[in-house]
């Protein structure tokens, strides 16, 4: 069965560096989305992304978050100069009709 | 925007017993998603359900749009069921983002 992959799994950086998450979202999927889950808190909406730019953001996705879909499969996306508030679960989804999203495992960030 | 709340926020079982998970959401959806937080921290989506109702093996959900509500029943619980069980809801004036409740932390006893 076709997966929504994400990598690294777990990412250590220095506050102020700058990271970038993976995903793989299914292949025949349209409308592609980041969340993230502050540990011990509920999931949060970041952006979705549809045609090649950006449909939403969310209050969260401000100038430091960029995203970017470089090839035909992969979705990433760039902290710049990371904070420590950015320590959380980053989880990427992928959905055929924008409607049942798929989630991949999840990128753990620590931020020190 | 939509509200999405989820109860108990609690609950611990004793290994066997059944239990049922509430969410109410505040507005129509045309997306409504279970899932299952593992203890690694992983989304294991359990089912899409907007409307009716969907079994699989000891787990089962039931939304009814109209009244706004869905429930996640899981029977003869195990310890493997443990975890944090979400339920997030979308519609199409939300661009079709999910809303989260906070969640469900279950612990099943042996």
């Known amino acids: 069965e076709p997966e929504v992959t994400q990598t690294p799994s777990h990412q250590v950086t220095q506050m102020g560096q700058e990271v970038i998450l993976r995903c793989v979202p299914i292949?025949?999927?349209?409308?592609f989305y980041w969340y993230r889950q502050i540990l011990g808190q509920k999931v949060e909406f970041l952006v979705s992304?549809?045609?090649?730019?950006?449909?939403?953001k969310s209050e969260i996705f401000d100038d430091q978050f960029s995203v970017e879909r470089p090839d035909g499969s992969n979705f990433t996306l760039k902290i710049r100069s990371t904070k420590l508030e950015d320590s959380a679960m980053y989880f990427c989804a992928s959905s055929e009709q924008a409607v049942e999203q798929y989630f991949g495992p999840g990128t753990r960030l620590t931020v020190t | 925007g939509i509200q999405v709340e989820q109860s108990p926020p609690d609950l611990i079982l004793q290994e066997g017993a059944n239990s049922t998970l509430r969410c109410n959401f505040s507005?129509?959806?045309?997306?409504l998603q279970w899932f299952h937080q593992n203890p690694w921290g992983q989304l294991i989506n359990l089912f899409y359900?907007?409307?009716?109702?969907k079994q699989n093996g000891r787990l089962s959900a039931t939304t009814v749009a109209t009244e706004r509500y869905s429930l996640l029943y899981i029977s003869s619980s195990q310890t493997t069921d443990s975890g944090v069980y979400f339920c997030?809801?979308?519609?199409?004036?939300?661009?079709?983002?999910?809303?989260w409740g906070l969640g469900t932390s279950l612990a099943v006893n042996p």
């Open positions: 292949s025949n999927h349209l409308y």
């Open positions: 359900i907007p409307s009716g109702t």
């Open positions: 992304f549809y045609n090649n730019e950006i449909s939403e």
């Open positions: 997030a809801v979308g519609n199409a004036g939300n661009n079709r983002k999910l809303i």
């Open positions: 507005d129509s959806v045309n997306n």
